[in-house]
Each structure stands twice: as C-alpha cells, then as structure tokens.
C-alpha cells in the first residue's frame, strides 16, 4: 500500500480527514493505521498524534464499471462492459451482449435513466471527481446521433421552404444538444429549448 499519510488527534478524526481529502466514502478506503495517539506524561509531555494511511481502493473508472456490472446481473443479463476515458475526464461505458435493447428502451430513455444514475452515483462516491459518466448500448449512441442530425437538417430544410416554426417531439437533453449542435452554423435559421423536462423540446424557427 502506498497511499496518503494524514496525522489526528484520534484514529477516527484522522481517517474522517483523510477520507475527505481524498473526497471519497470509508467503503472504497484502504486504511492501515500506523501509530495509536498517546497522551504522554500528564497527558502533555510525549504526546503524539495518530497517523494513518489511506488510499483509494478502486479508481472512479473501476468502480463504475464495476458498478455497471453489478446492474447488469441484477438485471438479468449477460453483457461485457468496456470502460475507458474520453476527452479528459468522460468515463465512457460501453456495453455489449444479447438481449441489450432492453438497456436502451424507447428512444434512449432507459438508457438516458441508466446514465443520469451512474453520474449520481458517481458524484456521491467521489466528491473530487468533477468529470461525467456516458454510457452506450452496441453503438447506439452513435447511430441516434447520426438519425437526429440527419433530422435536423430536413426539418431545418422544411422551415426554410415553409417559413414555419418546427416544434420537435420531447427530447433529452443529450438529444436536445445533438439537435442544437446540428445547426448551430446555419445561417438560415436558429435553435431554442422550450418547455420543462421530461417534456422538453426544441423549436427550429427561420431566423
């Protein structure tokens, strides 16, 4: 173990510090505790402090895909779970395996709940992680995003021959930016969210 030395008053005021410095819960901790606090000669002479080390047990992108697993076969299902970053602090999830529509539900909703859920978890597992979790589904995600930009331009292309507003369906958010991100150069019209989640949807209006 090669971890944080962090020094207290007590052993447990001293694990509390470390565990917050390193932003993480006492369950994903490696602690080995190296000295006992003493009180010295009339409890000032000779004191000393305690001292520990700590260290993380499973880095964020282990632990989450570790946690993907466990979901997995909660579920049911027989699935493999690469894990890798992307663009700096993205811990990508890629799932593949029979049966994994399930994962995706209509339209990515169940896989959008899936993603919005790991982040959570996450986030409550590491305080210091300031990064995302995106999680796909056998090459999903690229394959949406390819029909919502491809949408995006004939639906851009009809408001421009009709000079009518287009009100797209409900979307995510992930969606929604697919969307925005599609024509945010064209020069003929332009792009706005309106409505509250989950009923969120985005207007293509000429500009």
């Known amino acids: 173990m090669s971890g944080k030395i962090i020094t207290g008053r007590t052993?447990?005021?001293?694990?509390?510090?470390?565990?917050?410095?390193?932003?993480?819960?006492?369950?994903?901790?490696?602690?080995?505790?190296?000295?006992?606090?003493s009180a010295g000669f009339l409890g000032l002479l000779g004191s000393k402090q305690a001292e520990i080390e700590i260290d993380v047990k499973k880095q964020p992108l282990d632990f989450i895909?570790?946690?993907?697993?466990?979901?997995?076969?909660?579920?049911?299902?027989?699935?493999?779970?690469?894990?890798?970053?992307?663009?700096?602090s993205t811990l990508f999830l890629d799932v593949t395996g029979p049966q994994m529509g399930v994962l995706i539900g209509r339209r990515g909703q169940t896989l959008a709940a899936i993603q919005y859920l790991l982040n959570i978890i996450i986030h409550r597992e590491f305080k210091n992680f300031g990064g995302r979790v995106v999680v796909?589904?056998?090459?999903?995600?690229?394959?949406?995003?390819?029909?919502?930009?491809?949408?995006?331009?004939?639906?851009?292309?009809?408001?421009?021959?009709?000079?009518?507003?287009?009100?797209?369906?409900?979307?995510?958010?992930?969606?929604?930016?697919i969307i925005h991100t599609a024509l945010q150069d064209n020069p003929d019209v332009t792009t706005h969210s309106e409505g509250e989640n989950p009923n969120r949807?985005?207007?293509?209006?000429?500009?």
């Not at 697993?69 to 700096?88: C, N, P, T």
């Not at 995003?145 to 851009?156: D, G, H, Q, Y």
């Open 11 to 37: 052993v447990e005021e001293t694990i509390a510090k470390g565990l917050a410095e390193l932003g993480i819960k006492r369950d994903n901790a490696n602690i080995k505790i190296i000295k006992e606090p």
């Open 201 to 207: 949807k985005v207007v293509i209006s000429l500009k």
């Open 65 to 88: 895909q570790d946690y993907l697993l466990g979901m997995l076969k909660i579920m049911g299902l027989k699935g493999e779970v690469d894990a890798y970053v992307k663009e700096e």
């Open 136 to 177: 796909d589904v056998e090459g999903y995600r690229s394959r949406r995003e390819k029909t919502l930009v491809r949408l995006a331009k004939n639906i851009a292309a009809k408001v421009v021959s009709t000079k009518t507003d287009v009100v797209l369906e409900p979307m995510s958010p992930q969606d929604r930016r």
